[in-house]
């Protein structure tokens, strides 16, 4: 029964009318819903899950074996086929294999989550504690090596770090949006071997970035290290990342907007301008995160391009510079003491406070409809205009 | 009135050429025109960076290949600055060894994930799993690294061990002369291997679901009204019309495992020799190995050998890269979407 019926699509927006059931006539019959998960669905689950443990436990009792690890494993295995095999006895083979499947992806993306919360715990536990105003003011410029969090702070790896991505920012987005409208906008003989190259360059290890500029900036133009040249480095990380993903969102809009564009007689820079790209705004927001994401906790081409200072310095363009990555890097790669490694975590905390920040505020942007603020800020400027006009006219 | 319209219909010569529909000219106007050339500029922007990229490499590593010829390739030791012998045999295998132990975990994950979040959830939360998933993509490598060295690895030691009792008999899984004391599965491939899955995983879930989403709903509740599970109808439609984005997020996985330096760099103890034994303490990497040894090394010999083995890594992603493309380009999905 459970396959016969057409199910809820996931991606239809509009609730089928109560009592409009399947098989439901107009007698008031309950609508049949196969898919829904109801009282003995849940049960079988749950004795699933209690079976299968219970099977486990006895057997690593009898068995000389032992490990947290190897239970859950064997836990999981267990489980899963016993489900799979009460669902084959009361359903039959398609929903068994339907339900074991599911029992799987539910599982795959819980594994997802486990690592992200254990992350943000962890960070934050092992940091949070030496957070303290003088961190965000002070520089390393009076603490010896072995001092720990409560001396000195990271003020100047937060200025490198900002001044390092807004420049490559500045660099990269405009490139990486314009090269994506190239490829779904314009295109003609070249956008094929384009799309090939912004995928290998996708690809580029952000080593080698970091090695392309130190041998080209650093060293043969002779500018020494720099944050300018780290910027270089991560716009040249950033470009096919938010391009691919631009890429991407701008296919989903649809051909009936550039053609209405088109039709009504726009240019084609202002079909892009003001049609494709305000349409495309969220999720090219949320490419541009990916971009920034990417270049934030970059660690090696900024070792490789500004490789760090101790001290302020404030003025991009010129002498090593530090950055949030690379103070982390220092302590944990060199690892002078216990004392001195609290201020890697320290800094690891406010590294992914940052991320966190920068990430909810994008979100946050990104969901809000952008044409509507659009339609509000042209209507403004109409109204601003017309008022001033007859003024003109009088003069 | 008929005579009229004959000549004109047909030219006085008499040359009777059949109606033909007008050929529509389309003139740009000039803002249109130079539009169009910014953007073919940015495109080739990507060409001409790869091409520099490429270039100064190779000019900057010369004096290594000069030094060490074609045995760059097979040699497995790495010491430029002393006896000036080196080469990236061994660390070339490590690398390939670290990105396939991602890959092999993080993909099966992503598509999980990835069906999850568009066939399973429900709406509300499938919002909150698109930001999860983007977030885990946001956290820096360097917190993986961290992380990864106090919080993953004494864990992971008994996943190790686990999987050396019970599946040792697979050569691959053998720690030799272990007795599965704990200090012979701490720095292994396979830990720093799973610390770089995670961080491939989100870029190959997010890419794998924006393919995934783009399924046509009309093809999807065809499955269903013609029976379908939804197992069913995720293996007869959603699957084979996202293949490309799993091959495409596989690759840029596989891309950002190969290149990933800094998390690698912090977990593994460098060896310069080849084994099979993933689970083993000691593997390698070339980002890794740019990264710390550039501190140490000299102008004269130490950097051309570093640049010659990023010259190689470089090479190796391009090709892996080409190579997805290309049976990408050919299952590209989610083209032209219709209103």
């Given at each position: 029964m459970a396959v016969t019926a057409p199910p809820r699509s996931p991606g239809s927006a509009e609730a089928p009318p109560p009592g409009a059931g399947v098989f439901g006539g107009p007698g008031g019959d309950t609508p049949i819903r196969p898919r829904s998960f109801n009282a003995v669905d849940a049960w079988v689950l749950v004795a699933s899950i209690g079976s299968s443990f219970a099977l486990i436990w006895v057997i690593f009792r009898l068995m000389p074996i032992s490990g947290a690890v190897g239970f859950l494993f064997w836990w999981f295995v267990s489980f899963a086929f016993i489900y799979w095999l009460a669902m084959l006895q009361l359903e039959g083979p398609l929903v068994a294999k339907d339900r074991l499947m599911a029992v799987l992806i539910v599982t795959g993306t819980g594994i997802l989550i486990v690592p992200l919360v254990s992350i943000i715990v962890f960070v934050t536990a092992k940091g949070i504690a030496y957070i303290r105003p003088h961190v965000f003011v002070q520089t390393n410029n009076l603490c010896g090596q072995l001092d720990g969090p409560t001396c000195g702070g990271i003020a100047h790896a937060i200025v490198g770090t900002l001044e390092q991505v807004a420049i490559a920012m500045v660099i990269s987005v405009p490139l990486a949006v314009l090269c994506a409208v190239y490829l779904n906008e314009i295109g003609g003989p070249l956008r094929r071997p384009v799309r090939l190259f912004v995928d290998a360059m996708s690809g580029v290890p952000s080593i080698v970035a970091g090695l392309f500029i130190y041998a080209v900036v650093v060293v043969s133009l002779g500018w020494g290290f720099s944050g300018f040249a780290a910027a270089l480095a991560l716009s040249i990380l950033m470009l096919p990342t938010v391009t691919r993903t631009s890429e991407e969102v701008l296919r989903l809009v649809p051909d009936g907007l550039r053609e209405g564009s088109l039709a009504l007689g726009g240019y084609e820079w202002r079909t892009v301008w003001n049609v494709v790209l305000p349409t495309a705004r969220s999720g090219l927001i949320t490419a541009v995160i990916l971009g920034v994401a990417r270049a934030v906790g970059e660690t090696a081409p900024v070792l490789l391009t500004a490789f760090g200072a101790q001290v302020m310095n404030g003025n991009p363009f010129h002498g090593p510079q530090e950055s949030l990555p690379l103070f982390i890097w220092t302590y944990v790669r060199f690892n002078p003491g216990e004392a001195p490694y609290l201020r890697a975590w320290m800094a690891s905390f406010v590294l992914i406070v940052l991320v966190l920040g920068l990430f909810t505020l994008a979100r946050v942007l990104g969901t809000r409809t952008s044409i509507e603020r659009r339609q509000k800020r042209a209507a403004k400027r109409d109204a601003k205009r017309a008022a001033a006009e007859p003024g003109g006219a009088r003069a | 009135m008929s005579t009229i319209s004959a000549d004109v219909a047909q030219p006085p010569d008499g040359d009777s050429t059949p109606d033909a529909p007008r050929t529509i000219t389309h003139t740009r106007t000039g803002v249109d025109r130079a539009f169009r050339r910014l953007a073919t500029g940015a495109g080739l922007a990507t060409f001409v960076i790869l091409f520099l990229i490429g270039l100064f490499l190779l000019i900057k590593s010369w004096p290594a290949f000069h030094t060490m010829g074609l045995?760059?390739?097979?040699?497995?030791?790495?010491?430029?600055?002393?006896?000036?012998?080196?080469?990236?045999?061994?660390?070339?295998?490590?690398?390939?060894?670290?990105?396939?132990?991602?890959?092999?975990?993080?993909?099966?994950?992503?598509?999980?994930?990835?069906?999850?979040?568009?066939?399973?959830?429900?709406?509300r939360l499938r919002r909150w799993m698109i930001?999860?998933?983007?977030?885990?993509?946001?956290?820096?490598?360097?917190?993986?690294?961290?992380?990864?060295?106090?919080?993953?690895?004494p864990r992971l030691v008994g996943v190790s061990r686990f999987i050396s009792k019970n599946f040792g008999f697979i050569p691959i899984f053998k720690v030799p002369g272990s007795n599965l004391n704990p200090g012979a599965f701490a720095?292994?491939?396979?830990?720093?291997?799973?610390?770089?899955?995670l961080m491939v995983l989100p870029i190959c879930a997010?890419?794998?679901r924006e393919v995934f989403s783009q399924t046509p709903p009309g093809e999807k509740e065809a499955a269903f009204a013609l029976g379908g599970s939804r197992w069913g109808m995720i293996r007869s439609v959603v699957l084979p019309f996202g293949r490309g984005g799993i091959i495409g997020g596989a690759m840029l996985g596989l891309g950002r495992a190969l290149g990933e330096t800094i998390a690698v760099a912090l977990v593994i103890s460098p060896i310069f020799t080849i084994s099979i034994h993933v689970l083993a303490t000691g593997a390698n990497g070339v980002a890794p190995l740019i990264a710390l040894r550039f501190g140490e090394a000299t102008q004269k010999f130490g950097i051309p050998a570093l640049m010659a083995a990023g010259l190689t890594l470089f090479v190796v992603t391009l090709l892996v890269n080409f190579a997805a493309s290309a049976i990408v380009a050919r299952s590209r999905s989610g083209k032209g979407v219709e209103i």
């Open positions: - | 045995k760059f390739f097979t040699t497995s030791r790495w010491d430029p600055e002393g006896s000036h012998v080196f080469g990236i045999a061994a660390i070339l295998y490590w690398t390939f060894v670290i990105a396939i132990v991602a890959l092999a975990i993080a993909v099966p994950l992503s598509i999980a994930t990835a069906l999850f979040i568009t066939e399973y959830a429900p709406r930001s999860l998933v983007d977030l885990l993509a946001a956290i820096p490598s360097i917190i993986y690294g961290i992380w990864g060295l106090a919080f993953l690895e720095a292994s491939a396979f830990v720093a291997g799973v610390i770089v899955s997010s890419i794998v």
